[in-house]
């Protein structure tokens, strides 16, 4: 498996941006699915945005049109911009990538993203 390291997070006012990075500490080149998560206080954790390793992104439907996910195996990393947040978005934002064959998933330890006025 692969251990992973979030950073960007912080505190930002509504309508502003931030760029979470998620670095992985070896190859991503052969891992076919990476995901941002996130978990607000009291909440579920639930899916923000995935990526193949084919370029093929999901989202969910609170972050369509202004996140946007991406990866590059190059530098063995992942990242997530978010534009036009709202407080609703303030949450734990975590990373995720899966291998097929690997038993589980792994997981980073989060970067506090925070949301308000």
């Known amino acids: 498996q692969v251990q992973l390291a979030e950073s960007g997070g912080g505190l930002v006012q509504p309508g502003g941006s931030l760029r979470l990075s998620c670095a992985a500490s070896?190859?991503?080149?052969?891992?076919?699915?990476m995901a941002w998560y996130r978990q607000a206080p009291g909440k579920q954790r639930e899916l923000v945005a995935r990526?193949?390793?084919?370029?093929?992104?999901n989202y969910a439907d609170s972050v369509k049109g202004r996140f946007t996910i991406s990866r590059d195996n190059a530098k063995n990393a992942m990242y997530l911009q978010m534009n036009s947040l709202k407080p609703e978005d303030t949450a734990v934002y975590s990373c995720?990538?899966?291998?097929?064959?690997?038993?589980?998933?792994?997981w980073g330890q989060g970067t506090q993203v925070t949301v308000s006025s």
């Open positions: 070896a190859s991503i080149s052969s891992i076919n699915t």
């Open positions: 990526i193949t390793n084919g370029g093929t992104t």
């Open positions: 995720y990538a899966y291998r097929i064959g690997w038993s589980a998933g792994s």
